[in-house]
């Protein structure tokens, strides 16, 4: 007879792995890095191939859930690189990692909520007025991607709503971000049939038709291939490696952070064992698969040349467009529909509240977390009694999003130099994670037991191989982005950042520590501590 | 509040030294799981179907869950701060540091291979859950250890059925059943693996007479009249997965 081995009563959290799957994919939504990154490459790194960029973005990705999900496994706590990395080295280095993820996150939500605006709702209104004919759609469009205004009250109203969302408890939360997950699948699996029915000569035809009202030429498709040629953009260059590595890193941004799940893992289910993962390699892997198909798709029925020409055009003065050449806006065309228009519009949308739920929630568990340990006050750590979502978290969260907003769209020069630093800085989170795991079985051994798995591989154990080749292939990623001048990091300026960012988290834990310790609670010991779940 | 008394190391003695103390404090709080069927049934106590313990398992009340934690604070536990504070609405942890023994407590519901509601059953009886809730909390679990399975032997070998709680409330049981498809598919599916256990257990006098007992619930939650609900989930059967499987926090 079957006599099962379980020694616990046993638990389920709140969280299941579908949600926690859709979770990591929201991190960095596909439809809207397809959009706006990947493809970028392609004109900016002449060469560069994206299809070694996927499979080595993939590669990273692969060891980040080995890496993390087992770690995770080991402390399945809330606040993520936080709790990891200050369990397991030291707190004021847990704090200090979390002050560079952290910053980067709330410079995140104040860009998504901007992108909302400026690269969801702007350019999708205004490529449906261009293909529907609505002058006035495109006008609303062009007023909703420039006018301030619009951007702080709408970006603001996202940050809001995400908020509210959260303040509600996991079930809503959950419910609803599934929901907006499915619409951009949907959006996606659109696309994809699109595409897939019309021929590369139906699309010319389609686009010659459709963009001769603008331009008032017969073969504009021929025409912006000329115009790249002529801005020095080469269409068709030879295979370099050289040009490969910082494709990779823009194709990474599609794929670094299928891991967010680590910052509520105190509440999802199956946290003990390999779920995180197998959801956090199966978020990355669905990404690539998308982008691979789609990018096939892309080159196929828009023509290879073509749209390498339309991407590295779309920043210059012989684009001939108010929209900017988002697949979304090319499928529009090559359908030819104004319902598909408006579809594609509300699924592409979709992807930015999606990108703001994990967002705002990683910021809120960080502070929770810190509020917990002693580093914050501690109403920060209070949950309401009706949703258990800690409202005063949230409240803090939402606060610094909206100010830093404020500034985004106020002064959008200054706001993009330190932006382009945040995934940097969260590099250097990320390699501060992969070094912690490594140390996990030397440092907290009772912990490492109770992972997913104490296998060793020539005597090391798993994690540690993991959290040193991830720290390795990361690095790699941090100096081809400091390298790569296409890259837009300005070095001075970022280790400048880097330096304030180091200063004020150590200011921030021996201030707290002091006030602490003269209440006689001892910062250090509480925040070494892993409860014996 | 600071701890002034040491926890027992004898997990039933300690089980009910918390009950008696929250009785006297007028918390509402009880025994379950294993130490409660020690509680409750001398035969636990004895071989064959004596065993270790190795945690404490409580339940109480929303309301009363702040007092709860007063208390085991001031019994000498120590509670997981984040778990409690993220999931303290359905779930409480606290620790024992000088046994490494943990105590669960569940608040309202135990949510576990299925949700059974505990809040209205609470005050049922004194010190510990009814006899029923604490068959039902046993018989749910679908993937059944030989602990589960020797409480629920004692369960039935030192207590019979009846219709109210001085016993095995089986009306209760069929009641619940009758309206939760998923809940009566484990039920009969763990009490035939329990009798099968308990016929196949070396030295077991009581065998016989808990066999005869669990086919006897059986039959009863056979007969009672089913929801709508329970009649259109029994039509998809055993095709789509009717419970959840808790994982092991520790």
């Not at chain 1, 065309?333 to 703001?356: C, E, H, R, V, Y």
Request: hydrophobic share 50%; aromatic share 10%; net charge neutral.
């Amino acid at each position: 007879m079957n006599v099962y081995a379980r020694k616990a009563t046993g638990l389920v959290r709140e969280v299941s792995p579908f949600s926690t799957f859709v979770f990591n994919m929201a991190g960095q939504p596909t439809s809207v890095l397809l959009a706006t990154s990947v493809f970028l490459a392609l004109a900016l790194f002449p060469g560069g191939s994206i299809w070694l960029g996927f499979a080595m973005a993939l590669g990273v990705a692969l060891v980040i859930s080995v890496c993390y999900g087992l770690f995770t496994s080991a402390i399945p706590r809330s606040g993520g690189d936080y709790v990891l990395v200050g369990r397991v080295t030291h707190p004021v280095i847990g704090l200090v990692s979390s002050f560079f993820w952290t910053s980067g996150v709330i410079l995140s939500i104040a860009f998504i909520a901007l992108a909302f605006v400026t690269v969801g709702l702007g350019p999708s209104l205004t490529a449906l007025g261009l293909v529907s004919g609505h002058e006035s759609l495109v006008t609303a469009g062009n007023d909703l991607a420039t006018s301030e205004g619009w951007q702080f009250g709408i970006g603001t109203a996202l940050i809001l709503g995400s908020a509210a969302l959260l303040a509600g408890g996991w079930r809503w939360t959950t419910r609803i971000m599934n929901g907006f997950w499915l619409l951009m699948m949907l959006g996606l699996a659109t696309v994809f049939l699109v595409l897939l029915f019309k021929s590369h000569a139906g699309f010319v035809h389609s686009f010659n038709q459709f963009a001769g009202s603008v331009t008032g030429e017969k073969d504009t498709y021929s025409s912006i291939v000329a115009s790249a040629h002529k801005e020095g953009i080469d269409t068709d260059p030879a295979f370099s490696m050289h040009n490969t590595w910082p494709t990779w890193a823009l194709i990474c941004s599609l794929t670094l952070f299928a891991w967010l799940s680590i910052y509520i893992s105190g509440e999802v289910r199956r946290a003990r064992d390999t779920t995180q993962i197998k959801v956090m390699a199966a978020a990355s892997t669905v990404h690539i698969a998308i982008a691979f198909v789609l990018a096939t798709l892309f080159f196929s029925t828009f023509g290879h040349d073509f749209f390498v020409a339309i991407n590295g055009l779309s920043e210059s003065e012989s684009y001939p467009f108010a929209a900017p050449p988002f697949y979304t806006f090319l499928t529009s065309i090559a359908g030819g529909s104004t319902l598909l228009s408006w579809w594609l519009l509300i699924t592409f949308a979709a992807a930015f509240p999606l990108l703001m739920i994990p967002n705002i929630t990683i910021a809120v568990r960080t502070l929770f977390a810190w509020a917990l340990d002693g580093l914050l006050p501690a109403r920060f750590a209070q949950v309401s009694s009706r949703t258990h979502a800690p409202h005063y978290a949230i409240g803090l969260t939402v606060i610094l999003s909206v100010a830093v907003l404020g500034w985004a769209v106020t002064n959008g020069e200054g706001f993009f130099s330190v932006l382009v630093e945040a995934v940097l800085v969260q590099l250097i989170a990320m390699i501060l994670i992969g070094v912690s795991a490594a140390l996990l079985p030397y440092r907290r051994p009772e912990a490492w037991r109770a992972s997913a798995t104490t296998r060793r591989l020539f005597g090391v154990p798993v994690i540690s191989i993991a959290g040193v080749l991830l720290a390795v292939l990361l690095a790699a990623v941090f100096y081809v982005y400091m390298l790569y001048e296409g890259l837009n990091i300005d070095r001075g300026h970022f280790f400048r950042d880097v330096a304030i960012l180091f200063v004020a988290s150590l200011l921030t834990f021996f201030a707290a520590r002091a006030a602490r310790l003269r209440q006689g609670v001892d910062v250090d010991k509480l925040a070494s501590e892993i409860p014996p779940e | 509040m600071g701890s002034n008394v040491e926890p027992l190391t004898d997990p039933v003695a300690e089980g009910r030294r918390i009950a008696e103390a929250a009785a006297e404090r007028e918390v509402t709080l009880r025994v379950l799981g294993g130490v409660a069927v020690a509680m409750l049934c001398p035969s636990s106590r004895r071989p064959p179907l004596a065993r270790e313990y190795a945690d404490i398992d409580l339940a109480t009340t929303a309301s009363a869950k702040d007092e709860v934690s007063g208390l085991l604070e001031s019994l000498g536990y120590r509670g997981d701060k984040e778990f409690n504070t993220l999931h303290g609405h359905r779930r409480l942890y606290f620790w024992d540091e000088v046994a490494q023994r943990q105590v669960d407590v569940f608040v309202d519901e135990a949510n576990l291979c299925h949700r059974i509601a505990l809040r209205r059953r609470l005050e049922s009886v004194p010190l510990t859950l009814s006899l029923a809730d604490l068959t039902v909390l046993k018989l749910q679990v679908v993937e059944t250890n030989e602990k589960d399975f020797l409480d629920i032997c004692a369960l039935f070998a030192d207590h019979d059925l009846t219709p109210n709680d001085s016993g095995v409330n089986s009306a209760y049981v069929a009641d619940l059943t009758a309206s939760d498809w998923g809940l009566w598919r484990t039920l009969s599916m763990v009490s035939e693996r329990s009798e099968q256990f308990a016929l196949e257990l070396p030295g077991f006098e009581a065998a016989e007479l808990v066999a005869e007992r669990l086919r006897l619930l059986r039959s009863e939650m056979e007969a009672a009249p089913k929801s709508r609900g329970w009649k259109l989930r029994a039509r998809i059967g055993d095709r789509k997965r009717w419970y959840e499987l808790p994982e092991e926090v520790r």
